[in-house]
């Protein structure tokens, strides 16, 4: 990883640039008057989220998104008084 050294100026104006620099493994390091004040770096696939994760991936090719299926749930049947409860007891005791 190649370490560059940009002025915060210079790094408003360039911003796009800078981000493909890091994407290609750069590291950068941004400067207030001479001084380090920040550090742009690629971002680990670890702290990124599982969704993030699996975007990536499919990005790349190299994962196929899951094919969402719409299942048509029949509507739930009317039940009185207690007869949800007893057919949920019956249920769990077999």
């Known amino acids: 990883m190649h370490k560059l050294s940009v002025g915060m100026r210079e790094a408003k104006g360039n911003l796009s640039k800078l981000v493909n620099e ?21 971002v680990d696939n670890e702290s990124l989220s599982l969704t993030s994760r699996l975007n990536k991936l499919e990005f790349a090719g190299l994962l196929e998104p899951a094919r969402r299926v719409n299942l048509k749930m029949p509507s739930p049947l009317p039940l009185c008084g207690e007869r949800a409860q007893e057919f949920l007891q019956e249920d769990r005791n077999r």
Request: proline share 10%; no cysteine.
């Open 22 to 42: 890091v994407k290609k493994g750069a590291e950068i390091i941004l400067t207030e008057r001479g001084k380090p004040v920040a550090r742009l770096t690629p």
